[in-house]
Structures are given as C-alpha cells and as structure tokens.
C-alpha cells in the first residue's frame, strides 16, 4: 500500500499542560471524572471488538492499519524506518502512515473526530482528555497478553493512566524539564555554570551578563513552556512540598490563593526582554520549533527543552563543533523545591474508530517493547519506560543520550509530591496566550507585573466558573 506523507513541516516535540505529555489544551473534556467515565463504558466493548478483530485477521487477509504523529524530521524518519521493520516481520500488516507539524496535527485530528475517522494508531500528550471518547482502552489487551507490559513499572504505566487506572495508552518515553546551555558562551562571558542549587536569580543574573558581554540574548525563548515555567513550575516550586500547584488535583480551581505569587516571574521575564537578554515577541516569532532554537543558531547560550529534545540540538551543535549541557529548572531559593516532576512524553492510543483495534494494540505493545525498533527510534521521544529497553539503549548511546539519560537519572531522585496533576482543564489555551501577552504588555509598561499576576489568575479562575 502506498503511504501518505503529510506535512512536513518541523515542530515543536513537546508540549504541556502542568509538565506534561505534548499538546494543546483547547476544548479540553469537561474533567476526569467523566472522562473517566467514558473510557471505562467504551472497555467494555474493547473484547467483543478484539473477537471481531481477531476474527478478520484468521481468514488471512491483509490488516490494514493508519497511524499518525506529529514532530521533527528526525522523528518523522525514524518512525517511518521503524515502521518498515514492523511491516517485515509482520507481512500480512500494512500501515499507511501520516506525520505532521503539531497544529497541522491536532488540525486534521479535529476533522477526523468529527466524522468518526480517527486513524487506527495516534499520537497524544497532556491534552488527551480533550479526545477521551475516541480512545480505546487497553485494560483487555493487557489482560489477554496481545499488549506486554511486564517491563513497565507501576509508576511507569501510571503516566497515561486516568485517575481511575483506565489505560488509555502506553507512553511513548518518560521526560521532564531542563534548560540546556553552552558552557563557552558562559565562559566567554565570565558567568559561573550553572548548579542543581541555581535560583531565577542567578538565571537573569548569568542571561544578563551573558547578553552584556557578548551580544547573544542569555537565553532563547521558552514559547508556550513560558507558562509551564513561570506558572505550573514556579508556583509549585513555593511553600512546602506539595503545598501549591496551578490548578488543583481535581481540576475543580484554583492550587493557590494570592495571585501576587506570579508577581516575580512576571516582572523578571518583562526586565529581561528590555535588557534585551530575552527575545521580545517579534524575535520569538522567528523560533518555529526546537531545531532552529537560538540556541542551536548559536544567538543565545540556554533555552527550556523537554530533555528528549536535547539529544536532537545537541547533535546539531555538535556539528558545528560547539558543546551543550544540561541544566537543571532554576528554582525560587537554593533550599526550595525544584518543581520537577517525571511525566509521559506523549503516548500512543488505538482509536475506537478503528476497524482493527487488536492489531493496532498489538503494533503498539511492540513499539514500545522491541530493542530492534527502539534501536531505530533512539529515545527521541522520550526516556524508554521498559526497563530492557532503556538498558539496553544506555549501554549504546550517543554522547547527546547519555547526558539525557544521566539527567533523567538524577531528576528522578529529586522529592517529589505524592500526587501531582497532569491533565489540563478546558480553556487552558487561551489562559496562556493571554498570559504570554501579559508579559509583553508588562515590558512596554501598559500593565505592572502585579497587574498582571492579577490578571492571569483572573483567566485560569474563570475556566472553573
């Protein structure tokens, strides 16, 4: 069968919503408990559909399957050579493949859900619950063996789970947050590298001096994950461990009362922008997704990455013979939480649409549990969750990798709370574009930063009344 090449565009690998999996949060479910609902009702049809499924398969005909994802190139070309393996060893499976940017993604997604055609096999993150009701569970398939997951820790399995312990899919890798950096830049201009201690203090204070002494903004822009930064992780990061967040476990408010908490954030990232150490709007424009990034230019010295992304731009940097490393979120004191926390990447789902959802799972269990074909993907989509996998790709790795793997290491043993929030609430999208603006209106003094704190809690406030 001849397959589809959709859009080739790059894009942005990762998005989030509290520190989470990859999309956008626009007209999210309504909330867990009744997305929880839903998937639970539509499990009950996986094993009759499994029979059905099971049922075409042993006539012999061929199993035709769809599948979709967004990302960069590097990820397009590695999907589709894994894909090829599995049509090899597995001849009477034919999948015709769609890739593309990430709002060409969710674009196409929209028709799709609207007409009942959702492709057999897609690409989700943290704005999952917004497309509940086209997932298929995998609770059966797990139970009858066709998906394997004996390699996958509790916590693991955890991460594309609902509140309920419905599995709604398998992650695609385990990430966090880092900033990644170029250590000559830091030297050139006289800063000290950067500790697992820093501050946002000592952040400005190194992107200041950085633009000052050598031209190059001190840090590239952080796009959307400004509010992943300056909301969902700084606010975590104050009081006691566990004490804030955002929004709250439920997603029925607000994680904390005083919006002048935001207040400080605000007021470095706009002082910033005018000390010209970050990009104001117009040069982030320019930054369409991580693989032309400042930073792999070579016009800023950090930049936020989702750390699957670090291997992609340390590989690019490493050809024009410049170095990075990885450093950890800064934090609001020395002693202060980090507001790290270990989530899924994104996660592939079987679609209730599908007219094969037994094979589609069963493509699933394999890509997340062959060495063969993790051997070809290399972790670009995050940290392997199976335990042989990741051994046996760590025992292999690229200098790039294995920075990422020792981070990942290292983030992991950082306290964390007991229960933390990944999904996002309907109307999220427009709190973050607002409070993106926010930032630029403080820089060119039409607002104050508490005016603006005040304003962004006004807009997540409003998403629960």
């Not at 956008?24 to 499990?43: G, N, P, V, Y």
């Not at 300056?230 to 009081?239: A, K, L, R, V």
């Not at 309907?426 to 005040?454: C, F, H, P, R, W």
Request: with cysteine; hydrophobic share 40%.
């Amino acid at each position: 069968m001849k397959k589809k090449m959709a859009s080739l565009f790059l894009a942005a690998v990762m998005g989030s919503t509290v520190l989470a999996g990859c999309g956008s949060s626009k007209d999210a479910a309504q909330d867990t408990t009744a997305a929880a609902e839903t998937t639970e009702a539509a499990a009950e049809d996986t094993a009759a559909d499994a029979e059905d499924t099971a049922a075409a398969e042993s006539t012999g005909d061929a199993v035709n399957l769809r599948m979709a994802w967004w990302g960069s190139q590097t990820r397009h070309d590695r999907t589709i050579a894994a894909i090829e393996l599995y049509e090899k060893e597995n001849p009477d499976v034919h999948i015709e493949y769609e890739f593309y940017s990430f709002d060409d993604y969710f674009t196409k997604l929209k028709t799709l859900v609207a007409s009942d055609e959702v492709w057999d096999i897609f690409q989700l993150g943290g704005n999952f619950p917004e497309y509940m009701d086209k997932i298929c569970p995998l609770d059966d398939y797990i139970d009858s063996g066709i998906v394997d997951v004996s390699k996958f820790s509790e916590a693991n399995l955890a991460t594309t789970q609902t509140t309920d312990g419905v599995q709604l899919g398998l992650t695609n890798g385990i990430n966090t947050y880092g900033i990644a950096y170029e250590p000559a830049q830091f030297e050139a201009a006289g800063v000290d590298l950067p500790t697992d201690d820093w501050t946002w203090d000592d952040y400005k204070a190194a992107a200041d001096a950085i633009a000052e002494n050598t031209g190059n903004f001190g840090s590239s822009t952080f796009l959307t994950s400004d509010f992943i930064a300056g909301c969902s992780t700084y606010i975590g990061q104050q009081g006691s461990l566990g004490e804030y967040s955002f929004f709250n476990l439920d997603l029925t408010g607000m994680g904390f009362d005083d919006p002048q908490m935001l207040t400080p954030y605000i007021q470095m990232r706009a002082d910033m922008i005018n000390s010209g150490s970050y990009p104001d709007a117009g040069a982030s424009a320019e930054v369409t997704n991580i693989e032309n990034d400042f930073l792999v230019t070579g016009e800023a010295a950090m930049t936020w990455v989702a750390v699957n992304q670090f291997p992609t731009i340390y590989d690019a940097c490493q050809d024009q013979g410049r170095t990075l490393a990885l450093a950890t979120v800064p934090k609001v004191t020395k002693d202060g939480n980090s507001g790290a926390m270990m989530q899924s990447s994104q996660m592939l789902c079987v679609s209730q649409d599908s007219e094969n959802k037994e094979a589609a799972a069963a493509f699933i269990s394999w890509f997340e549990n062959s060495k063969e074909c993790n051997e070809i993907l290399q972790a670009e989509r995050g940290i392997p969750a199976n335990e042989d996998v990741r051994a046996d790709l760590s025992a292999n790795s690229t200098e790039g990798q294995k920075i990422m793997y020792d981070f990942v290491d290292k983030v992991s043993q950082f306290p964390t709370p007991d229960k933390i929030n990944v999904l996002s609430p309907a109307g999220q999208d427009e709190v973050v574009d607002n409070y993106l603006n926010y930032i630029q209106q403080v820089a060119s003094g039409e607002l104050t930063a508490a005016e603006a704190a005040d304003k962004t809690y006004a807009d997540a406030e409003a998403i629960f009344q």
